[in-house]
């Protein structure tokens, strides 16, 4: 007796997209309260410089795009699940 | 800086390089029309039968446009660090362009056999509707970024005419200094009149060549013509953008420096948000920059290109390997160009049109370096070849659009394939007229041109797009009333901010203004000048707001509607297991 099942596809496909949504939200988070709070309306003496990037730069954008590239190599390689795709016209 | 002796030499070597360029790009068109011509014609032109690798699906996925090379450092150059924040979610971009719908558009497209993005939605809900409004939607959207373009490439093409850019170089940076030095060689016409017009007969020229390369070779090569040499120019760009970054921050004395010495030259705000500004104008205020994260997150992944490419992509390993190529190749493209326009503040400190930066500092920096003129040439080539590689991206997705989804599905349903080859051709050669008059007067600020289409995309797809994929109970007038909102929302917030725009002007004069001024309230001073500013609802982008309102729609309308037959759902989402 066959059974109804959802795609095996759907479902990986579904979880992926709500981890990278989230990984989105935690990124975005991160940058914009940080370059909110030390990029703005600062008083231009107590800017110092890391590698000479402004500081907030460094930290808040420069920072961050490396881990997020790290992650997103991870979940390439050690997350995404790989799932045939059907023949065209199938 | 610079001395004017060398006037003709280097003009020359950049042409060559543009030339060799072209050459490529065609010889690339005519091996693409070869691997396709066995298959059939329609998915073996527009979809390159659905074979691309990780490479070739990474680095064109996210069409690195005219913008990345023109506009986005004219915006850094005009504003300063601030804009690595404006550009800041590419971080996550190539994350969002796969993870997110890439897997189930994939399985869609081939379930459905569908070649274009409407055609897929319009199997997916059985409604031609669906097929019908996504169809004018992709195709309204597409033509405002590609018009960007070609605006792009033509610019290039004039600075790489002989004795123009560099003429353009010399010392006093008025461009009206090259334009009286035209006018006494007898060579311009038109321009001398009017000073206030900085374009020139050598821009008409430009476009024209550019126009009649990439349409040519798009006609010739179809999808793989345009994919491959996208990847050939991805690949060129990181080296130009390499090798710029690596001799002109050492020359503005480092990166430090480069800051200090911009802040010098204009004010502290160049390190700082909201971003230096010569208009009283705040560049990115922290509304905005929110907005940025959702805007080349949600236009990047449902924008038409995108879907497409992931449509034709060979198998899911293929998604999974471009996540990380992609992610690595951001890293190298977008940092180094804000470092390299920072340090253009130390060297070329007061550029009259922004839009150049890059043409001239590639011309500047490789000067005094052996075999220097035909690195600029190279670096110079490598956005031209950006810009061919989106527009040739463009053109196939909006005449893909004409002729699969409005002549073959509504005018001709019985089209032999000899008609099919002349509606798709027709419609390249149209859409380039059409590109080459609106490029006649092009807009000022190109990005703000291609943020506007991106944007409308996104909110006119994102959620229709997300609900196809994953929501059984999504029906056809759902889809429709998302699709619909989310663009007329949308629009109606930029005609709106065109409308605020036009009344400020005229305020003195018409007592409309006046009220139109009472209504929305005076110009929030935010964002970038120009005709094409939307109108923020508490200085977020309409982006963000059409987001929410075309959720509320599409879910609110879904809802309401009679669900979908269950076997028609079942057949895209359910399989029969054996127990």
């Given at each position: 007796m066959p059974e109804i099942q959802e795609l095996p596809l759907l479902k990986s496909a579904r979880r992926e997209a709500l981890v990278a949504l989230g990984i989105w939200l935690a990124a975005t988070i991160y940058s914009l309260g940080y370059c909110f709070k030390y990029g703005y309306g600062r008083d231009p003496e107590t800017l110092t410089y890391v590698l000479g990037f402004p500081d907030w730069v460094f930290w808040g954008?420069?920072?961050?795009?490396?881990?997020?590239?790290?992650?997103?190599?991870?979940?390439?390689?050690?997350?995404?699940?790989?799932?045939d795709l059907p023949e065209s016209g199938q | 800086m610079l001395a004017a002796t060398d006037i003709t030499n280097p003009g020359y070597s950049v042409?060559?390089?543009?030339?060799?360029?072209?050459?490529?790009?065609?010889?690339?068109?005519?091996?693409?029309?070869?691997?396709?011509?066995?298959?059939?014609?329609?998915?073996?032109?527009?979809?390159?039968?659905?074979?691309?690798?990780?490479?070739?699906?990474?680095?064109?996925?996210?069409?690195?446009?005219?913008?990345?090379?023109?506009?986005?450092?004219?915006?850094?150059?005009?504003?300063?660090?601030?804009?690595?924040?404006?550009?800041?979610?590419?971080?996550?971009?190539?994350?969002?362009?796969?993870?997110?719908v890439g897997k189930r558009l994939a399985q869609l497209s081939r379930m459905t056999d569908s070649f274009t993005v409407p055609d897929l939605l319009r199997e997916r809900f059985a409604d031609p509707r669906v097929g019908l409004v996504s169809s004018i939607m992709i195709i309204t959207f597409m033509s405002f970024t590609m018009f960007a373009q070609f605006k792009a490439g033509a610019t290039i093409m004039k600075h790489a005419w002989p004795g123009s850019g560099v003429l353009?170089?010399?010392?006093?940076?008025?461009?009206?200094?090259?334009?009286?030095?035209?006018?006494?060689?007898?060579?311009?016409s038109a321009s001398s009149p009017h000073d206030s017009k900085p374009i020139d007969r050598k821009y008409y020229v430009g476009l024209?060549?550019?126009?009649?390369?990439?349409?040519?070779?798009?006609?010739?090569?179809?999808?793989?013509?345009s994919v491959w040499t996208d990847l050939f120019q991805s690949v060129m760009m990181v080296i130009g953008v390499t090798i710029l970054v690596c001799l002109a921050v050492p020359m503005a004395g480092g990166l430090e420096q480069a800051s200090?010495?911009?802040?010098?030259?204009?004010?502290?705000?160049?390190?700082?948000?909201?971003?230096?500004?010569?208009?009283?104008?705040?560049?990115?205020?922290?509304?905005?920059?929110?907005?940025?994260?959702?805007?080349?997150?949600?236009?990047?992944?449902?924008?038409?290109?995108?879907?497409?490419?992931?449509?034709?992509?060979?198998?899911?390993?293929?998604?999974?390997?471009?996540?990380?190529?992609?992610?690595?190749?951001?890293?190298?493209?977008?940092?180094?160009?804000?470092?390299?326009?920072?340090?253009?503040?130390?060297?070329?400190?007061?550029?009259?049109?922004?839009?150049?930066v890059i043409p001239r500092m590639s011309m500047l920096v490789t000067k005094g370096l052996p075999g220097g003129q035909f690195i600029s040439g190279l670096i110079l080539a490598a956005p031209f070849g950006a810009i061919m590689a989106s527009v040739s991206c463009f053109i196939l997705v909006i005449s893909s659009g004409l002729v699969q989804d409005i002549y073959v599905r509504f005018l001709n349903p019985a089209a032999t394939e000899a008609q099919i080859r002349r509606a798709t051709n027709i419609s390249m050669i149209g859409v380039g007229l059409i590109a080459v008059i609106a490029n006649l007067d092009p807009p000022q600020y190109l990005q703000a041109l291609v943020v506007l289409s991106a944007s409308g995309g996104g909110a006119a797809f994102?959620?229709?797009?997300?609900?196809?994929?994953?929501?059984?109970?999504?029906?056809?007038?759902g889809m429709l009333a998302g699709m619909l909102v989310g663009f007329c929302f949308y629009f109606g917030l930029s005609a709106a901010g065109w409308l605020q725009n036009w009344a400020a002007a005229a305020t003195e004069s018409s007592?409309?203004?006046?009220?139109?001024?009472?209504?929305?309230?005076?110009?929030?001073?935010?964002?970038?000048?120009?005709?094409?500013?939307?109108?923020?609802?508490?200085?977020?982008?309409?982006?963000?707001?059409?987001l929410v309102v075309s959720a509320f729609a599409g879910i609110g309308t879904s809802l309401v509607t009679k669900p979908p037959a269950e076997e028609h759902v079942s057949r895209f989402f359910d399989v029969a297991v054996v127990k």
């Amino acid at each position: 007796m066959p059974e109804i099942q959802e795609l095996p596809l759907l479902k990986s496909a579904r979880r992926e997209a709500l981890v990278a949504l989230g990984i989105w939200l935690a990124a975005t988070i991160y940058s914009l309260g940080y370059c909110f709070k030390y990029g703005y309306g600062r008083d231009p003496e107590t800017l110092t410089y890391v590698l000479g990037f402004p500081d907030w730069v460094f930290w808040g954008l420069v920072v961050p795009w490396g881990v997020c590239t790290i992650i997103a190599s991870i979940f390439a390689f050690w997350f995404m699940k790989d799932e045939d795709l059907p023949e065209s016209g199938q | 800086m610079l001395a004017a002796t060398d006037i003709t030499n280097p003009g020359y070597s950049v042409l060559f390089a543009l030339l060799l360029f072209i050459a490529a790009s065609v010889w690339l068109g005519t091996l693409a029309q070869k691997a396709m011509e066995k298959k059939e014609f329609l998915k073996g032109f527009f979809l390159g039968n659905r074979g691309l690798g990780a490479w070739a699906l990474a680095l064109t996925a996210t069409v690195q446009s005219g913008g990345t090379f023109m506009g986005f450092p004219a915006l850094v150059y005009s504003h300063g660090w601030i804009v690595l924040l404006w550009i800041g979610s590419y971080m996550v971009v190539p994350l969002l362009s796969f993870a997110v719908v890439g897997k189930r558009l994939a399985q869609l497209s081939r379930m459905t056999d569908s070649f274009t993005v409407p055609d897929l939605l319009r199997e997916r809900f059985a409604d031609p509707r669906v097929g019908l409004v996504s169809s004018i939607m992709i195709i309204t959207f597409m033509s405002f970024t590609m018009f960007a373009q070609f605006k792009a490439g033509a610019t290039i093409m004039k600075h790489a005419w002989p004795g123009s850019g560099v003429l353009a170089l010399s010392e006093d940076y008025e461009p009206t200094a090259a334009e009286k030095a035209e006018a006494k060689e007898g060579r311009t016409s038109a321009s001398s009149p009017h000073d206030s017009k900085p374009i020139d007969r050598k821009y008409y020229v430009g476009l024209v060549v550019f126009t009649v390369t990439v349409v040519g070779y798009t006609l010739i090569g179809g999808f793989l013509a345009s994919v491959w040499t996208d990847l050939f120019q991805s690949v060129m760009m990181v080296i130009g953008v390499t090798i710029l970054v690596c001799l002109a921050v050492p020359m503005a004395g480092g990166l430090e420096q480069a800051s200090r010495t911009a802040i010098e030259n204009t004010s502290s705000d160049i390190v700082f948000g909201p971003g230096f500004s010569t208009n009283g104008r705040q560049f990115l205020t922290p509304g905005l920059a929110l907005s940025m994260f959702f805007i080349w997150i949600f236009g990047g992944f449902v924008s038409p290109a995108s879907m497409v490419r992931v449509m034709a992509a060979e198998s899911t390993e293929v998604m999974r390997k471009s996540i990380c190529l992609l992610s690595c190749y951001n890293c190298l493209i977008y940092i180094p160009l804000v470092m390299t326009c920072i340090a253009a503040r130390t060297m070329l400190p007061h550029l009259e049109k922004p839009d150049e930066v890059i043409p001239r500092m590639s011309m500047l920096v490789t000067k005094g370096l052996p075999g220097g003129q035909f690195i600029s040439g190279l670096i110079l080539a490598a956005p031209f070849g950006a810009i061919m590689a989106s527009v040739s991206c463009f053109i196939l997705v909006i005449s893909s659009g004409l002729v699969q989804d409005i002549y073959v599905r509504f005018l001709n349903p019985a089209a032999t394939e000899a008609q099919i080859r002349r509606a798709t051709n027709i419609s390249m050669i149209g859409v380039g007229l059409i590109a080459v008059i609106a490029n006649l007067d092009p807009p000022q600020y190109l990005q703000a041109l291609v943020v506007l289409s991106a944007s409308g995309g996104g909110a006119a797809f994102t959620i229709p797009v997300l609900m196809a994929c994953y929501w059984r109970r999504t029906t056809a007038a759902g889809m429709l009333a998302g699709m619909l909102v989310g663009f007329c929302f949308y629009f109606g917030l930029s005609a709106a901010g065109w409308l605020q725009n036009w009344a400020a002007a005229a305020t003195e004069s018409s007592t409309f203004a006046r009220s139109v001024i009472g209504l929305l309230g005076p110009d929030p001073k935010i964002g970038v000048p120009g005709l094409f500013r939307p109108y923020y609802i508490f200085g977020i982008d309409p982006m963000v707001w059409s987001l929410v309102v075309s959720a509320f729609a599409g879910i609110g309308t879904s809802l309401v509607t009679k669900p979908p037959a269950e076997e028609h759902v079942s057949r895209f989402f359910d399989v029969a297991v054996v127990k």
